[in-house]
């Protein structure tokens, strides 16, 4: 099987290379700078290709300047646009488009929330995300390409992403809540969304969205405290909220959530 990871240099993107190329699967990156190339030599990259894999997407915890905003938007949005083009252009297109989403796409973290909810929120991170899948629901109208949205909560994993940086301040006894902790925090490990893919390109029944996350939601309070016992680091430290918004002005809303 010929798999395209568009974003491949990231965490996940890293992952399935690896998991890919362990069962035998050709696995074609696809970085940032092919999307300078015109449409015509970029469709080529999608040749041949049974499953594209769309990861990209700059990453969202850090300042929202202006520019940054932009950035946000061109990473996803446009490069999804393109991607789309490319498609529409191949006679043989891949049968399978998979594409990263968010949870932050809800509305209010401390409620349930199913795929079939529809209260988005409607601050900038809501509104990116929701722009980010009605690009990728274009390929839902193209003939034989079966279309699959994963809106992922914080993925876990020792080898990268936001795990590592999570652990460090317990590793110097400063471990704990983000302010009151009652932030909901849904999340999910590498290898259960690397499971989750696989079921998604063996079982061609599948198609649409998909939350992907642990079943059970936590708070952060209940997480921080697990944490600090699986690490047997104290865990009483509570991060202020005036602290994260210093740092990283309105993306900490994403963080502090309540």
Known sequence: MRI????ASGLIG???KAMFASLGHEVVPVDR???????HDFKELFRDADVLINLAGAPIIKRWTSAYKKKLYKSRIDTTDKIFT???LLKHRPSLYLAASAIGIYNNNDEYHTEQSEQFANDFAGKLVQDWE?????????HNVRTIIMRLGVVLSNNGGA????VRPYKIGLGGRIGNGRQAFSFIHIDDLKKAILLFIENKTMSGVFNLTAPETINNKEFSKAL?????RPSFFIVP????????????GIIINV
């Open 4 to 7: 395209v990871i568009v974003g």
């Open 14 to 16: 890293s992952e399935l």
């Open 33 to 39: 700078k092919y999307f300078k190339l015109n449409i």
């Open 86 to 88: 490319a498609f529409k």
């Open 134 to 142: 009605m690009s990728s629901l274009q390929f839902s109208g193209l």
């Open 163 to 166: 795990f590592p940086k999570m």
């Open 228 to 232: 600090g016992k699986a690490l047997k």
């Open 241 to 252: 909220k005036f602290i994260l918004r210093l740092f990283l002005g309105k993306a900490s």
